[in-house]
């Protein structure tokens, strides 16, 4: 059986979740993997993803572990960029909308589903990292154009902070802001909300 200490050293390289395949390469068995589960030692969160059952991981990473792909979004871009004080009760992803939709049925994180078009899916991504793993997210100026096409969804207050401390960010960037809502069809509505302020 493999050493505690080097299964722990194993998650924590991996920002706490490991896929099937990677527990095996330690010399893992399938039996022994069972056992583990069993034993209470690990946790499934998924089919082929598997946790330590004592360690509480950043939410934000097992998402990125699950869904290498998805992208945060809305409420939770703005929460990473400090535009916003109130925590999403879900976290909000744009995933593809040609993906296999049941793959995202998890129990645990809550996770808040955006189906876009593959072409809208590559404007303006960043990444930043939690515990050497890379999280993927719309950057500031992308998430802004965001906050604009669905303000319907979003609370009065919560969108007026947003716009309001994006204006006052130092990191903002007014040309791609421009680039990206002529790419989203919102240019419009972007110079009526927000040109104003710029």
């Known amino acids: 059986m493999i050493d505690k200490n080097k299964l722990k050293e194993e998650f924590g390289k991996h920002g706490g979740v490991l896929k099937t395949a990677e527990l095996k390469s330690l010399g893992l068995t399938g039996r022994q ?14 089919h082929g993803y598997y946790v330590l059952a004592d360690e509480v991981n950043p939410e934000e990473v097992i998402i990125a572990r699950l869904f290498p792909n998805a992208i945060l979004f809305l409420e939770s871009a703005l929460l990473h960029y400090h535009y916003t004080d109130r925590i999403p009760t879900a976290w909000q ?5 040609n993906s296999e939709k049941s793959q995202y049925a998890i129990e645990y994180p809550l996770l808040e589903l955006f189906y876009q078009e593959p072409k809208f899916l590559g404007i303006g991504v960043t990444t930043f990292e939690v515990e050497g793993v890379e999280i993927r997210i719309f950057d500031r100026d992308r998430t802004i154009c965001d906050i604009l096409r669905y303000e319907k969804k979003l609370e009065k207050e919560v969108f007026t902070n947003a716009v309001m401390r994006y204006i006052k960010d130092p990191k903002k960037n007014v040309r791609h802001l421009v680039e990206y809502a002529e790419a989203l069809n919102i240019t419009k509505k972007m110079q009526s909300q927000i040109g104003k302020w710029l």
């Open 33 to 46: 993997l069972k056992k583990l589960v069993e034993e209470g030692e690990v946790s499934k969160i998924k």
């Open 93 to 97: 992803i744009a995933v593809d909308r």
